[in-house]
């Protein structure tokens, strides 16, 4: 659970960088539908490690590479999902030999 003092930070947070992210994520993304989905995860991971942005001197920036890491995870197991799913189809066809 998020206390009042760290959800005052992340509104101002999320109010600072929102429009950049937003704008980053829409250029990176193949499918305009993944963009709210990416950028949910993003402001999760802020809200994760709230306490520990007081310390970071440019928070545009560390968001910015949150969103880039969520983006290359997020494609990358698209990408490992289909590859698998082409090469792992099951055999529908049998061969003349197993037809007697």
């Keep these: 659970m998020i206390d009042q003092i760290n ?3 992340f509104d101002k ?3 600072l960088t929102y429009l950049s992210v937003q704008k980053f994520v829409i250029c990176k ?3 305009i539908d993944d963009v709210n ?3 949910q995860d993003i402001y999760l991971e802020v809200i994760k490690n709230i306490e ?3 310390a ?3 928070i545009e920036s560390y968001i910015l590479g949150i ?3 969520k983006i290359n995870k997020y494609y990358g197991i698209l990408y490992k999902f ?3 799913s082409i090469f792992n189809l099951p055999r529908v066809y049998k061969s003349e030999n197993n037809h007697r």
């Design 52 to 54: 520990k942005l007081d």
């Design 7 to 9: 959800l005052k930070k």
């Design 37 to 39: 989905d990416i950028i």
């Design 29 to 31: 993304c193949s499918n």
């Design 56 to 58: 970071i001197e440019n």
């Design 67 to 69: 969103a880039k890491n």
């Design 13 to 15: 947070i999320y109010n």
């Design 82 to 84: 289909k590859t698998l």
